[in-house]
Protein backbone atom coordinates (compact mmCIF):
# COMPACT_ATOMS: atom_id res chain seq x y z
CA UNK A 1 0.00 0.00 0.00
CA UNK A 2 1.72 3.37 -1.29
CA UNK A 3 -1.32 5.98 -1.74
CA UNK A 4 -4.36 5.73 -0.55
CA UNK A 5 -7.18 8.73 -1.05
CA UNK A 6 -9.74 10.33 1.78
CA UNK A 7 -12.91 11.72 0.92
CA UNK A 8 -15.77 12.89 2.44
CA UNK A 9 -19.46 12.71 0.50
CA UNK A 10 -23.03 12.67 1.65
CA UNK A 11 -24.43 14.93 4.29
CA UNK A 12 -21.93 16.68 6.04
CA UNK A 13 -21.57 15.50 10.03
CA UNK A 14 -19.98 16.83 12.85
CA UNK A 15 -16.48 15.17 13.03
CA UNK A 16 -15.61 14.22 9.66
CA UNK A 17 -12.69 16.43 9.80
CA UNK A 18 -11.26 14.67 13.03
CA UNK A 19 -11.70 11.42 10.45
CA UNK A 20 -9.99 12.97 7.83
CA UNK A 21 -6.78 13.97 10.54
CA UNK A 22 -6.75 10.22 11.70
CA UNK A 23 -6.75 8.87 8.42
CA UNK A 24 -4.12 11.49 7.15
CA UNK A 25 -1.94 11.13 9.95
CA UNK A 26 -2.36 7.25 10.53
CA UNK A 27 -0.86 6.74 7.09
CA UNK A 28 2.01 9.28 7.69
CA UNK A 29 2.67 7.29 10.40
CA UNK A 30 3.01 4.57 8.19
CA UNK A 31 5.15 6.00 5.26
CA UNK A 32 1.78 6.10 2.89
CA UNK A 33 1.16 8.46 0.90
CA UNK A 34 -2.55 10.39 1.42
CA UNK A 35 -4.21 12.87 -1.08
CA UNK A 36 -7.28 14.32 -0.11
CA UNK A 37 -10.79 14.43 -2.79
CA UNK A 38 -12.24 17.65 -2.53
CA UNK A 39 -16.04 17.33 -3.12
CA UNK A 40 -16.60 13.70 -2.63
CA UNK A 41 -17.40 11.41 -5.73
CA UNK A 42 -17.25 14.76 -7.95
CA UNK A 43 -13.91 15.65 -6.71
CA UNK A 44 -12.92 11.91 -7.80
CA UNK A 45 -14.32 11.66 -11.27
CA UNK A 46 -12.82 15.41 -11.95
CA UNK A 47 -9.42 14.80 -9.98
CA UNK A 48 -10.15 17.40 -7.96
CA UNK A 49 -7.39 16.17 -5.61
CA UNK A 50 -4.61 17.66 -2.55
CA UNK A 51 -1.98 16.02 -1.14
CA UNK A 52 -2.34 15.94 2.70
CA UNK A 53 0.93 15.60 4.95
CA UNK A 54 0.23 15.90 8.79
CA UNK A 55 0.34 19.56 8.87
CA UNK A 56 -2.37 20.25 6.29
CA UNK A 57 -4.60 18.41 9.25
CA UNK A 58 -3.56 20.85 11.77
CA UNK A 59 -6.23 22.72 13.36
CA UNK A 60 -9.26 20.88 12.31
CA UNK A 61 -10.05 18.02 15.13
CA UNK A 62 -12.26 20.89 17.07
CA UNK A 63 -14.42 21.92 13.37
CA UNK A 64 -17.63 21.16 12.09
CA UNK A 65 -18.36 20.43 8.75
CA UNK A 66 -15.47 18.69 6.16
CA UNK A 67 -12.71 20.59 5.01
CA UNK A 68 -12.66 18.70 1.74
CA UNK A 69 -16.28 19.63 1.50
CA UNK A 70 -18.50 17.11 0.12
CA UNK A 71 -21.61 16.49 -2.38
CA UNK A 72 -24.06 14.08 -3.76
CA UNK A 73 -22.63 13.00 -6.67
CA UNK A 74 -25.42 12.31 -9.53
CA UNK A 75 -22.46 11.47 -12.21
CA UNK A 76 -20.99 8.62 -9.73
CA UNK A 77 -24.03 6.79 -9.71
CA UNK A 78 -23.63 6.23 -13.97
CA UNK A 79 -21.14 3.58 -14.94
CA UNK A 80 -19.32 6.88 -17.54
CA UNK A 81 -19.02 8.58 -14.20
CA UNK A 82 -17.46 5.72 -12.35
CA UNK A 83 -14.98 4.93 -14.85
CA UNK A 84 -13.61 8.65 -15.17
CA UNK A 85 -13.09 8.35 -11.23
CA UNK A 86 -11.77 4.97 -12.07
CA UNK A 87 -9.10 6.63 -14.82
CA UNK A 88 -8.12 9.47 -12.45
CA UNK A 89 -7.03 6.67 -9.50
CA UNK A 90 -5.02 5.24 -12.14
CA UNK A 91 -3.56 8.42 -13.32
CA UNK A 92 -2.72 9.40 -10.03
CA UNK A 93 -1.45 5.79 -8.42
CA UNK A 94 -4.23 6.02 -5.80
CA UNK A 95 -4.37 2.12 -4.25
CA UNK A 96 -7.35 2.85 -1.89
CA UNK A 97 -9.92 5.05 -1.18
CA UNK A 98 -11.00 5.57 2.36
CA UNK A 99 -14.34 7.18 1.63
CA UNK A 100 -16.47 8.65 4.68
CA UNK A 101 -19.96 9.11 4.75
CA UNK A 102 -23.43 7.44 4.80
CA UNK A 103 -25.17 4.77 3.63
CA UNK A 104 -25.20 6.73 0.04
CA UNK A 105 -21.15 6.73 0.21
CA UNK A 106 -21.09 3.26 0.61
CA UNK A 107 -23.41 2.15 -2.09
CA UNK A 108 -21.06 3.94 -4.46
CA UNK A 109 -17.98 2.70 -2.87
CA UNK A 110 -18.93 -0.85 -3.17
CA UNK A 111 -20.21 -0.61 -6.63
CA UNK A 112 -17.04 1.08 -7.79
CA UNK A 113 -15.00 -1.87 -5.34
CA UNK A 114 -16.41 -4.69 -7.20
CA UNK A 115 -16.52 -2.70 -11.12
CA UNK A 116 -12.92 -1.70 -10.88
CA UNK A 117 -10.97 -3.80 -8.11
CA UNK A 118 -9.86 -0.33 -6.75
CA UNK A 119 -10.05 -1.35 -2.63
CA UNK A 120 -12.11 0.81 -0.19
CA UNK A 121 -12.93 0.71 2.90
CA UNK A 122 -15.56 3.18 4.44
CA UNK A 123 -15.65 4.85 7.66
CA UNK A 124 -19.46 6.11 9.35
CA UNK A 125 -20.30 9.52 9.10
CA UNK A 126 -23.58 10.82 9.13
CA UNK A 127 -25.87 12.40 12.12
CA UNK A 128 -28.84 10.19 11.39
CA UNK A 129 -26.83 7.07 12.62
CA UNK A 130 -28.46 4.17 10.72
CA UNK A 131 -25.30 2.18 9.59
CA UNK A 132 -24.68 -0.95 10.99
CA UNK A 133 -21.75 -2.21 12.23
CA UNK A 134 -21.34 -0.06 14.67
CA UNK A 135 -22.43 1.22 17.49
CA UNK A 136 -22.56 4.93 16.76
CA UNK A 137 -22.02 6.70 13.81
CA UNK A 138 -19.91 10.22 13.84
CA UNK A 139 -21.85 12.82 14.24
CA UNK A 140 -24.25 11.77 15.68
CA UNK A 141 -24.17 13.00 19.43
CA UNK A 142 -23.20 16.52 18.38
CA UNK A 143 -26.42 16.22 16.48
CA UNK A 144 -27.78 14.92 19.55
CA UNK A 145 -27.00 17.62 22.06
CA UNK A 146 -28.01 20.02 19.33
CA UNK A 147 -31.17 18.92 19.10
CA UNK A 148 -31.55 18.38 22.74
CA UNK A 149 -30.40 21.66 23.80
CA UNK A 150 -32.76 23.63 20.62
CA UNK A 151 -36.08 21.23 22.75
CA UNK A 152 -34.66 22.44 25.99
CA UNK A 153 -34.69 26.22 24.76
CA UNK A 154 -38.31 25.67 22.87
CA UNK A 155 -39.08 24.30 26.59
CA UNK A 156 -38.93 27.63 28.18
CA UNK A 157 -41.81 29.44 25.42
CA UNK A 158 -43.84 25.82 25.78
CA UNK A 159 -43.90 26.40 28.96
CA UNK A 160 -44.28 30.35 29.15
CA UNK A 161 -47.47 30.19 26.74
CA UNK A 162 -49.23 27.12 27.99
CA UNK A 163 -48.34 25.68 24.32
CA UNK A 164 -48.02 22.29 22.90
CA UNK A 165 -44.87 22.16 20.41
CA UNK A 166 -44.57 19.45 17.71
CA UNK A 167 -40.65 19.68 17.13
CA UNK A 168 -39.23 17.89 14.05
CA UNK A 169 -35.74 16.57 14.32
CA UNK A 170 -33.34 14.93 11.31
CA UNK A 171 -33.59 11.44 10.55
CA UNK A 172 -34.28 10.42 7.35
CA UNK A 173 -35.26 7.16 7.82
CA UNK A 174 -34.28 6.58 11.18
CA UNK A 175 -35.48 7.76 14.79
CA UNK A 176 -32.42 7.32 16.87
CA UNK A 177 -31.69 11.36 17.05
CA UNK A 178 -36.07 11.96 18.30
CA UNK A 179 -35.79 9.22 20.77
CA UNK A 180 -32.72 9.73 22.60
CA UNK A 181 -33.14 13.89 21.72
CA UNK A 182 -36.79 13.04 22.98
CA UNK A 183 -35.81 10.89 26.39
CA UNK A 184 -33.20 13.61 27.67
CA UNK A 185 -35.75 16.61 26.94
CA UNK A 186 -38.72 15.20 28.36
CA UNK A 187 -41.09 14.51 25.38
CA UNK A 188 -44.31 13.80 26.13
CA UNK A 189 -44.72 11.54 22.69
CA UNK A 190 -41.91 10.62 20.52
CA UNK A 191 -42.94 9.87 16.91
CA UNK A 192 -40.49 7.53 14.81
CA UNK A 193 -40.46 5.37 11.97
CA UNK A 194 -39.60 2.11 13.51
CA UNK A 195 -42.96 2.01 15.51
CA UNK A 196 -46.24 2.04 14.67
CA UNK A 197 -48.05 5.42 15.88
CA UNK A 198 -51.38 6.26 15.27
CA UNK A 199 -53.14 9.67 15.87
CA UNK A 200 -55.05 7.97 18.57
CA UNK A 201 -52.38 7.07 20.41
CA UNK A 202 -51.32 10.48 20.32
CA UNK A 203 -54.35 12.26 21.12
CA UNK A 204 -55.39 9.24 23.74
CA UNK A 205 -51.89 10.87 25.55
CA UNK A 206 -52.49 14.13 24.84
CA UNK A 207 -56.11 13.51 26.58
CA UNK A 208 -54.04 11.95 29.39
CA UNK A 209 -51.66 14.28 30.07
CA UNK A 210 -54.62 17.40 30.75
CA UNK A 211 -56.56 14.62 32.94
CA UNK A 212 -52.56 14.59 34.94
CA UNK A 213 -52.98 18.59 34.87
CA UNK A 214 -50.16 18.90 32.29
CA UNK A 215 -50.31 22.94 30.73
CA UNK A 216 -48.08 22.27 28.21
CA UNK A 217 -46.15 19.38 25.80
CA UNK A 218 -43.51 18.60 23.89
CA UNK A 219 -43.67 15.82 20.50
CA UNK A 220 -40.74 15.68 19.11
CA UNK A 221 -40.88 13.77 15.30
CA UNK A 222 -38.54 12.31 13.42
CA UNK A 223 -38.23 13.47 10.15
CA UNK A 224 -38.63 10.05 8.32
CA UNK A 225 -41.94 9.43 10.37
CA UNK A 226 -44.29 7.78 8.28
CA UNK A 227 -47.53 8.68 9.93
CA UNK A 228 -47.93 11.88 8.48
CA UNK A 229 -45.62 15.12 8.07
CA UNK A 230 -45.20 17.14 11.12
CA UNK A 231 -47.40 20.19 9.86
CA UNK A 232 -50.30 17.22 9.58
CA UNK A 233 -50.02 16.27 12.77
CA UNK A 234 -50.09 19.14 14.56
CA UNK A 235 -53.17 20.44 12.16
CA UNK A 236 -55.03 16.98 13.24
CA UNK A 237 -54.22 17.74 16.77
CA UNK A 238 -55.56 20.86 16.53
CA UNK A 239 -58.98 20.18 14.80
CA UNK A 240 -59.06 17.26 17.76
CA UNK A 241 -58.39 19.62 20.59
CA UNK A 242 -59.29 23.16 19.44
CA UNK A 243 -58.31 24.78 22.65
CA UNK A 244 -54.49 24.16 22.52
CA UNK A 245 -52.32 26.31 21.63
CA UNK A 246 -50.37 24.33 18.67
CA UNK A 247 -46.92 25.30 16.84
CA UNK A 248 -44.61 23.45 15.23
CA UNK A 249 -40.67 23.99 14.70
CA UNK A 250 -38.63 22.12 12.67
CA UNK A 251 -34.94 22.02 13.33
CA UNK A 252 -33.22 21.47 10.19
CA UNK A 253 -29.38 21.94 9.67
CA UNK A 254 -28.57 23.07 12.51
CA UNK A 255 -28.58 19.79 13.67
CA UNK A 256 -25.80 18.99 11.07
CA UNK A 257 -23.50 22.08 12.11
CA UNK A 258 -20.81 22.93 15.08
CA UNK A 259 -17.78 21.95 16.20
CA UNK A 260 -17.68 17.71 17.15
CA UNK A 261 -18.69 16.19 20.64
CA UNK A 262 -15.57 15.06 22.24
CA UNK A 263 -17.20 10.99 22.16
CA UNK A 264 -17.51 12.46 18.02
CA UNK A 265 -13.59 13.69 18.06
CA UNK A 266 -12.82 9.91 19.78
CA UNK A 267 -14.91 7.97 17.21
CA UNK A 268 -13.37 9.82 14.38
CA UNK A 269 -10.10 9.34 15.43
CA UNK A 270 -10.28 5.80 16.37
CA UNK A 271 -12.58 4.89 12.91
CA UNK A 272 -10.22 7.18 10.79
CA UNK A 273 -6.58 5.33 12.56
CA UNK A 274 -8.97 2.11 11.93
CA UNK A 275 -9.55 2.70 8.31
CA UNK A 276 -6.16 2.90 7.30
CA UNK A 277 -5.12 -0.57 9.85
CA UNK A 278 -7.95 -2.15 7.61
CA UNK A 279 -6.54 -1.27 4.44
CA UNK A 280 -2.45 -2.05 5.63
CA UNK A 281 -4.27 -5.59 6.85
CA UNK A 282 -5.34 -6.01 2.84
CA UNK A 283 -9.35 -5.22 4.00
CA UNK A 284 -11.49 -4.18 1.25
CA UNK A 285 -14.99 -3.48 0.59
CA UNK A 286 -15.28 -3.34 4.43
CA UNK A 287 -16.39 -0.72 6.80
CA UNK A 288 -14.48 0.29 10.05
CA UNK A 289 -17.28 0.34 13.27
CA UNK A 290 -16.40 0.80 17.13
CA UNK A 291 -18.69 -2.01 18.30
CA UNK A 292 -18.67 -2.54 22.25
CA UNK A 293 -15.57 -0.43 22.39
CA UNK A 294 -13.53 -2.43 19.89
CA UNK A 295 -13.07 -1.48 16.25
CA UNK A 296 -14.21 -3.81 14.02
CA UNK A 297 -14.77 -3.90 9.88
CA UNK A 298 -18.11 -5.16 8.97
CA UNK A 299 -18.46 -6.26 5.25
CA UNK A 300 -20.10 -2.61 3.51
CA UNK A 301 -22.44 -4.87 2.27
CA UNK A 302 -24.51 -5.52 5.68
CA UNK A 303 -23.46 -1.80 6.72
CA UNK A 304 -26.04 -0.74 3.59
CA UNK A 305 -28.15 -3.83 4.14
CA UNK A 306 -28.48 -4.09 7.75
CA UNK A 307 -30.21 -2.19 10.39
CA UNK A 308 -29.15 -1.28 14.19
CA UNK A 309 -32.81 -1.93 16.22
CA UNK A 310 -34.22 0.80 18.33
CA UNK A 311 -33.52 0.03 21.57
CA UNK A 312 -37.21 -1.89 22.79
CA UNK A 313 -36.13 -1.11 26.48
CA UNK A 314 -35.83 3.39 25.36
CA UNK A 315 -39.09 3.13 24.16
CA UNK A 316 -40.59 1.86 26.95
CA UNK A 317 -38.66 4.12 29.23
CA UNK A 318 -39.69 6.79 26.86
CA UNK A 319 -43.61 6.23 27.61
CA UNK A 320 -43.19 5.42 31.57
CA UNK A 321 -41.15 8.34 32.31
CA UNK A 322 -43.45 10.97 30.01
CA UNK A 323 -45.97 11.87 32.96
O1 LIG B 1 -28.35 11.99 6.34
C1 LIG B 1 -28.24 13.14 7.09
C2 LIG B 1 -29.40 14.07 6.81
O2 LIG B 1 -29.21 15.24 7.58
C3 LIG B 1 -30.79 13.50 7.06
O3 LIG B 1 -31.17 13.50 8.41
C4 LIG B 1 -31.63 14.39 6.20
O4 LIG B 1 -32.80 13.73 5.78
C5 LIG B 1 -30.74 14.67 5.01
O5 LIG B 1 -29.41 14.46 5.45
C6 LIG B 1 -30.88 16.05 4.44
O6 LIG B 1 -30.00 16.17 3.36
P1 LIG B 1 -29.72 17.52 2.55
O7 LIG B 1 -28.86 18.38 3.42
O8 LIG B 1 -29.00 17.06 1.34
O9 LIG B 1 -31.04 18.13 2.29
Do not use: W
Amino acid sequence: LKKIAVLTSGGDAPGMNAAIRAVVRTANYHKIDCIGVRGGYTGLIEGNFTKMGPRSVSNIINLGGTILRSARSKEFRTEEGRQKAFEQCQKNGIDALVCIGGDGTFTGAKIFAEEFGVKVIGVPGTIDNDIFGTDFTIGYDTALNTAMEAIDKIRDTATSHNRVFFIEVMGRDAGFIALNSGIASGALDILIPEKKDSLEDLFETFEKAQKRGKTSSIVIVAEGERLASTYELAEQTKQRFPDYDIRVSILGHIQRGGAPSCADRVLASRMGYGAVVGLMKGLTNVMAGIRSNDLVFTPIEDAIKKHNEINQDLLQIAEILAM
